[in-house]
């Protein structure tokens, strides 16, 4: 297969100093709104990437379920393999892939358990189907096959057929990124992109250009 002629010339837009919000909250508030006024498909998927303490790094795809500037949220079993990385090392970072658009937002951060009352709060709000499902899904541990797997959630569907609420499961939670950069991609022609870069700077943020 040859991706050599695999290319885009990107000439959507700019972005300057002059237009960005001024803190990184306000700014990824506006390009999100963006992301979903142009109908992209899962606009709040992002990659989340970690590493264990030794740096062997890891990512994957989530949801980012809320953010504000505290910092991005998202939800997932902490027993995981991204969820044993956090609790070694609470460095991670965020990648949101908005290609349609021409952009790119990466965000450097640290992440930090959510409180279970804020847990329990967005675990009652997703359907019954994928409450069952965080029950009968040990995340990233193997399993002998997909009945395996079917049978699991059988058994949960069945311990929990007479309860009006399924519970949070005891490895089930949600992770605030508190972050340290963000940086705001934009494609330019002639791979001249813009990339302007919040960092944390007092109680407010610095603001750079990087070369693309
Ligand atoms: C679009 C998309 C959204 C996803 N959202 C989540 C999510 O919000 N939480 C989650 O735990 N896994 C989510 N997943 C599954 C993860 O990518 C991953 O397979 C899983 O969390 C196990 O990762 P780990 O073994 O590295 O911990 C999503 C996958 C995709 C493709």
């Not at 590493?51 to 062997?56: A, M, R």
């Not at 934009?186 to 944390?200: E, K």
Request: glycine fraction near 8%; charge should be negative.
């Amino acid at each position: 297969m040859d991706l050599s002629t695999l290319r885009e010339e990107y000439a959507r837009g700019g972005l300057d100093v002059p237009d960005l919000a001024a803190d990184p909250t306000a700014m990824f508030e506006r390009w999100l709104g963006e992301a979903i006024a142009a109908g992209l498909h899962e606009p709040n998927a992002m990659v989340v990437a970690t590493s264990t303490p030794d740096g062997t790094p890891s990512s994957r795809m989530v949801l980012l379920k809320g953010f504000d500037a505290d910092g991005f949220v998202f939800f997932t079993n902490q027993a995981s393999r991204k969820g044993e990385e956090i609790a070694a090392n609470p460095r991670c970072a965020l990648l949101f892939p908005w290609h349609p658009l021409e952009r790119q937002v990466r965000v450097d951060g640290r992440a930090e358990a959510l409180a279970q009352e804020r847990v329990e709060a967005y675990f009652a709000s997703r359907p019954r189907g994928a409450r069952i499902g965080a029950w009968a899904s040990h995340q990233s541990r193997p399993v002998a096959s997909r009945a395996e797997l079917a049978a699991s959630y059988a058994k949960v569907q069945e311990r929990f057929a007479d309860a009006e609420e399924v519970p949070v499961p005891p490895e089930w939670g949600g992770y605030l990124v508190v972050p340290e950069a963000v940086e705001f991609w934009q494609g330019r022609p002639g791979r001249m992109h813009d990339r302007l870069v919040y960092s944390r700077d007092g109680e407010g943020w610095a603001v750079e250009r990087l070369a693309p």
